[in-house]
């Protein structure tokens, strides 16, 4: 079942459930900085982002209609043929969930590629075509990504830039992102390195209300009971740690909506608790 919309302002705010799957390894192994009170209570409080010890990992994409513009955040896992199959092991459903919500891929106007992990660029390319899936769509990458995946010699890197974004740029279609740049008089779309060198976000400012699409600035609701906590996918976790501090600091000083990729839910609030943060679901 697709979730509930949700307005800020006048922006309406669609999320989309690409797919839902179980991590190989623990949790302990993912974040291994955790202390077991953390993942404990991280696990108490939000039981469906565990499967017993190991990470279940919700992987969502947003659609933003903002201004007559129709722009999608990401692009999920992507099917049986890309990369992130190998790990995941799930096809991804975001085209049955667009068509769900009434949405033609002709009509999306921008895709924001948060990052170049590969599951957020699934379906950036039609199924077992090299065309866009999107085919009037800029798609949006900072150049720190495009530079990451240009030079890698990683093979998992590899597969990503041949599979799923060499092809965008063939095609015409891949643009530079600005570490800070207007997509819509209410959207902006915002550099927050760490997760990858051009790991980015969306902040939504309409009729006096905000909003942040916050990518993979937090992964996990275990990193807000531990701050500074980061991942095994953190590119430089030095700096992950001190951009998601200063977000955080944005999201509850601006009382920003969050919308994040990989939590149970689509939508709620990261509030201060002390010295740590705490998730609150919008229901």
Known sequence: MVAAPWSVGSVRILPLLDAVTDRDLPMAEKFPAATPETLAEARHRHPQTFTQERWRLWVRCFVLRSRGRTILVDAGVGPETAPAFSWTGVRGRLPEELAAVGIEPSAIDIVVITHVHDDHTGWTLAEGTADPMF????????????????SSEDPE?????????APLERAGVLDPSADRQALTPELTLVHAPGHTPGHQVVLIDSDGE???VSGDLVNHP??????????TSDHDPALASETRAGFLDLIEREERLVAPSHFAEPFGRIERDGPRWRWRPLR
């Open 222 to 231: 275990a990193q807000l009971l531990q701050p500074g906590l980061n991942g």
């Open 135 to 150: 085919p009037r769509a800029r798609y949006l990458l900072h150049p720190a990504d495009r530079e990451l995946l240009a």
């Open 157 to 165: 890197d590899r597969a990503i830039d041949d599979a799923e974004i």
């Open 210 to 212: 905000r909003a942040i």
